[in-house]
């Protein structure tokens, strides 16, 4: 099922479909992440706090505004962490 | 000598003129560009290669603008660039586009950084400075850390697959340096050709697919520590332990300093020699009156004599130094740690909602040492708009560590809740200042993305280093200013200045502030020094709502000379136009009020 960042579910492991546009998709891409790229969501911050991701074992903290439009698949069912 | 451009990270290494990297002699023309992604240890290299000491912390985006040292080799003798890190040669924010520029001005040599742990994401820049055709070596840096997280990379196979000579190294041990050094002369144009950014990846993927194994391990007490400081229940309760903490950190280290040692130190000793000069220059000579200034029962009292020696030694040495220590160290312990960069998850949601992102939290807890550096850091800040917003709210409400240690040592006699009064009262100023700018200012403020570290133990050695040239940069700088303002003071104050322009505000401050003259002369000497401000105000006999008053107006008008200057040189003479308005207006404001609920409430 493709959902946004945000909606994940925290430690579903999950691939990305389709990147934001402009400028935050640009950072996005230099930070390691693209299309078919595969992730863990970590956590998601409270009050529209930003998310964060397991990408080859490192962290990424992406804000919730750009969370909200990043295309993701769940690669597992919740519950089993990568 | 090494010069940085005025723009690193921390005026500890910036201002102060930089520690021995060989004079540049005129044979010295070849230039080598130290390239890589943010957080990967350039600046670990930059210091191990040219024994200038550059500014280091466990962060992306400590190094904003670009330092360059000497590197001499058997023979050859090279200035070393330390380009500021950098994902992508087409650049998202300014650190980028400076390295973008570097990298296009060219080198006679290149050494390209990588980190073992990231290899994917770090090639990225490495083929795109590759396909410039400059002579390059690559350090593949972190190969320790990298091993116990079971990622192993075979060097020599990357070297192929590269067509560059690479050295596994761990630059903060010095491990691999000196074999990079001797393949320096080895250095050659990779035979790579340019690749179209939409194959890039399958083009990464494919090498990365060649020379590196990751071997299955099993989550560590790290891998926890990291997943539960992002956590939206655990990471605040860590939060909260990691900010009290060291808030008592800080303030144990200072007070013991200060109690066990300085205190001591400044009675036993410098009391007597003190008083013998006083002797000499006869009490009530002018000379005495500006290095000893007003005896009290025949006695000198450090805090209230305001001579240049006396007052001026014991409000630098004893008040505020102990605290610049105490709060360094465990600042720079937390830099250091990786920690900053989690604390910037918690308190995205709220920075955001006064127009800046989470990252702020770095040049504002920089700032709570000293301003300077705080609004040099904002550089890490993408928008030109969040600068503005960041760096004002800083010159505001971030009372920098000389002037919180005055506050604390002043009030804090007087009773705990004087102290709360002026921390709430810049608190409040901060959120409502920031909601008014965000609201008002034109344009956006961009969303947080950014790569948070992994958490390492600090090392002793860096971490001493870094403390010692804060420190030194602070004594360096705020000696001359501390001693020169109190001389200025009484100066100004024999000639009858300070009483001419006290009756000129008169009005404004009886009125809307509450205060008597005298303390406007204290206020507007705080341009030169707020420490000294504060101290100022303690032979005015005011109450302790009045010092309230005036140690909150005191803080947020007009920035010392020194967050002046950086202010200027960042904003540009508008928007510095701009934020000094802002200054005065939310000073007045703030102190108008609690001075307006002072006398209602008595």
Redesign the interface.
Known sequence: MKQTLNALEDGVRAVVSKMPAG??G???E???L?P??AFVK?????????V?ILL???????????SSHLIVEAAQSPGETG | MAHCNGRCSSCGGCLQGLEPGGAQTPECTKRILLTGNPNVGKSAFFSRLTGVHAISSNYPGTTVGFMEGTLRTEGTCYRLVDVPGAYTLEPTNEAEEIARKLVAEGGDKVIIVLDATALERNLVLALQVLERGIPSVVALNMVDEARHSGIIVDSTALEKELGVPVVPTVAVTGQGIRELVARLDEARVSPLTATPPESRWQRIGSIVSRVQKVVHRHHTFRDRLEDASVHKFWGALIGIAVLSLSYMAVREIGEGLINLLLDPFFESAVRPVLMKLSDILGPGSSLHTLLIGTLFDGQIDFEQSFGVVSTGLYVEFVMVLPYIVAFYAVLSFLEDSGYLPRLAILFDALLHRIGIHGYAVIPTLLGLGCNVPGILATRVLESRRERFIAATLISVAIPCAALQAMVVGVLGNIGLRYVLLVYGALFVSWIILGRLMHKLLPGYSPELIVEIPPYRLPSLQAFSMKLWFRIRGFLVEATPLVLGGILLANLLTTAGVIGFLAKAVAPLFNVVLGLPSSAAGAILLGILRKDVAVGMLVPLGLSPEQLVVATVTLSMTFPCIATFVVLWKELGGKDTAKSLAIMLATAFTAGGLLNAVFSFLS
């Open positions: 400028e935050c640009k950072r996005l230099a930070l390691g693209y078919g790229k970590i956590s998601g911050m409270p009050f529209h706090g930003p964060t080859d074992q490192r962290q990424i903290a992406i804000g919730h505004g750009v």
